[in-house]
């Protein structure tokens, strides 16, 4: 009954890695996906998109971090699978599921789902060139065109030797837009053997048993919930054990977005470390109404300064999530600040798989 925190490209990098896995609940986590063309990447550039590597491929939590790599090349994949494996690398996994268009237009990620047969020699190659004992997983979706590839490519994985298959439940086509289509990821878990995990609109507690119900998967990746909720995890591994743990507050969530700005200063560029911390604060404004309230704000910030000085002010006493309760019940919500009433909408969510 594994929780894997997704790979997020361009937003889950070793730092919120970092951050969430000392939070708790989260099982494995994935890196950013390595893009493989036709030369041989130096080690540089797994250190980067994997700085565990130097740690055995564990965060400081100690939590297991696999490396993914994205590419159409069988030949340079197996070759960048080696090359993981060397460097330490206790995991390789294969992306066929990024729906960017750019990525796509130049033969990655989910656009390959239109060849499984191409998916299986790449992964049959990877598989054959690292070590027996290091896993060989993949992620994809059910579809490129429409969801209705999902059961042809997991067969084409398993037969290339992948362990592990992730999928998340939807085409490249639907993007992102709920629902998620749970049932289809029931479907291609009864045609193959290998272990499937399921992907896409886990927001709360509620959601994530939903969806095991309907996928018929113990294990299960969360992305965007978790960096809405940082304590999901902990919260679905307390209801695994038929207890509760009490809900994050906003200080406690804030206080993980200043850490994580911090670390992010000796990463990046500054107009690079306001563009990421607007990311997840984004994101925080799906479990936290104080995110809501600072947002108007903070996106206009550019600067880390004046960013970090914004993600220190006071907040009113409220509960942070009376608009993202369990039940998911939409509400509208207003709060006070600087004299002025801030008027917004609750989240609403079907538990069915609707965000």
């Excluded at 990821?185 to 053997?193: D, H, L, Q």
């Excluded at 903070?298 to 000085?309: D, F, G, S, T």
Aim: proline share 6%; aromatic share 6%; glycine share 8%.
């Amino acid at each position: 009954m594994r929780i894997i925190l997704a790979p997020m490209e361009g937003l889950v990098d070793a730092p919120i890695r970092e951050t969430l896995t000392k939070v708790g609940g989260i099982d494995r986590c994935v890196t950013e996906f390595i893009r493989v063309t036709h030369g041989m990447l130096p080690p540089r550039v797994f250190y980067k998109y994997a700085p565990e590597l130097h740690n055995q491929s564990l965060t400081k939590a100690g939590t297991p971090v696999a490396v993914q790599l994205l590419g159409s090349d069988p030949h340079q994949m197996a070759r960048h699978g080696v090359k993981a494996a060397e460097l330490g690398a206790t995991q390789v996994d294969i992306n066929f599921g990024c729906p960017a268009k750019t990525v796509n237009r130049h033969k990655g990620g989910c656009v390959l789902m239109r060849e499984p047969e191409l998916m299986h020699e790449i992964v049959a190659a990877v598989r054959q060139a690292v070590p027996a004992h290091l896993p060989v997983t993949a992620k994809m979706r059910l579809g490129y065109d429409d969801r209705s590839m999902g059961v042809a490519c997991a067969q084409a994985l398993e037969a290339a030797g992948a362990e592990e298959i992730v999928i998340h439940a939807r085409s490249k086509v639907d993007g992102y837009k709920p629902p998620a289509y749970w049932e289809e990821i029931a479907r291609a878990r009864e045609a193959v053997n290998t272990r499937i995990i399921a992907n896409g609109e886990i927001w709360t507690v509620a959601d994530y048993w939903r969806c095991r119900e309907v996928s018929g998967c113990e294990d299960v990746m969360i992305g965007r919930g978790l960096i809405a909720r940082p304590d999901l995890a902990r919260q679905i591994k307390a209801s695994q054990q038929g207890t509760t743990v009490a809900d994050m507050t906003w200080p406690e969530a804030i206080a993980l977005v200043r850490e994580y700005a911090t670390v992010l200063q000796g990463w990046l560029e500054d107009r690079y470390v306001t563009g990421r911390i607007k990311q997840w604060l984004n994101f925080l404004r799906q479990g936290f109404t104080e995110a809501e309230v600072l947002w108007p704000e903070a996106r206009k910030i550019r600067q880390v300064a004046p960013m970090m000085a914004c993600l220190e002010q006071p907040m009113p006493v409220a509960d942070s999530r009376a608009a993202q309760s369990q039940d998911a019940v939409s509400v509208p919500v207003h709060v006070p600040l600087n004299g002025q009433t801030l008027a917004f909408s609750g989240d609403a969510r079907c538990v069915a798989g609707c965000e």
